[in-house]
């Protein structure tokens, strides 16, 4: 079975800076997708980015970018330019390229604050 | 607008009582699961679906059963709520198919904070 790590419970960055959340999986398929969601206090989860796995080139959304290392089984997301409203739990998930259901694995979360 | 919806948002009731937390969505979306979440804990998958008329266990034991009798539909029972039930359930769901990115990134609700006295 697949699991993933996200080794910082909490982390904090000062408005305007960037900061860089870790997230370590374990999985024996080649073929997977891995994403970060985001959760606000009290919001709704949303998708903050996502990246195929047989892809080399990391992902970005704007401010939101991702470091894919696959060889080593990373997906760390870096948060340029922070804002107060990126103040929120953030989640890293995989799924399975083969799984019917596509059942998603779900890091334990890292709680990021932002200092104005 | 496609979104999912869950219903009540807040629900505060009695141990003994039966509830109904209620997830709609309007993607016509085929997959479709509730997580539990303790506020600012993991997410824990409790039940999923791929279709009308199938249902599946996740990885955390509930004592919470499901039905999808319409695809949008995705109602989620306790016979008889206890204070060990008082969490967060979220409700999301993605598209049908596999192999395409967007198919499988999960769409959430809102959540239901479910509090038992």
């Known amino acids: 079975a697949q699991t993933v790590t996200q080794s910082q419970p909490e982390m904090s960055v000062q408005e305007a800076e960037t900061v860089t959340l870790s997230c370590t999986y374990d999985t024996s398929e080649s073929d997977y997708y891995l994403f970060w969601y985001k959760q606000p206090p009290s919001r709704q989860m949303i998708l903050v980015i996502r990246?195929?796995?047989?892809?080399?080139q990391n992902a970005t959304e704007n401010r939101f970018s991702v470091n894919f290392q696959k060889a080593a089984k990373s997906f760390s997301l870096k948060i340029s330019d922070s804002q107060l409203g990126d103040a929120a739990m953030y989640f890293c998930?995989?799924?399975?390229?083969?799984?019917?259901?596509?059942?998603?694995?779900f890091g334990d979360g890292t709680t990021l604050t932002v200092k104005p | 607008e496609a979104d999912i919806y869950q219903t009540p948002r807040y629900l505060v009731i009695g141990t003994g009582k039966k509830i109904t937390l209620e997830c709609s969505q309007t993607m016509g979306h085929d997959k479709m699961y509730w997580y539990q979440q303790d506020p600012g804990m993991e997410l824990h998958l409790i039940h999923y679906s791929y279709g009308v008329n199938s249902t599946e266990k996740g990885d955390l034991s509930s004592e919470s059963t499901v039905s999808r009798i319409r695809t949008e539909h995705f109602p989620l029972t306790l016979e008889s709520a206890r204070p060990s039930h008082t969490s967060q359930y979220l409700c999301a769901s993605s598209a049908s198919g596999t192999g395409y990115l967007e198919q499988e990134t999960q769409y959430f609700g809102p959540g239901t904070r479910l509090l038992v006295l």
């Open positions: 990246q195929e796995a047989y892809k080399q």
């Open positions: 998930a995989y799924r399975s390229f083969n799984t019917n259901a596509g059942k998603s694995t």
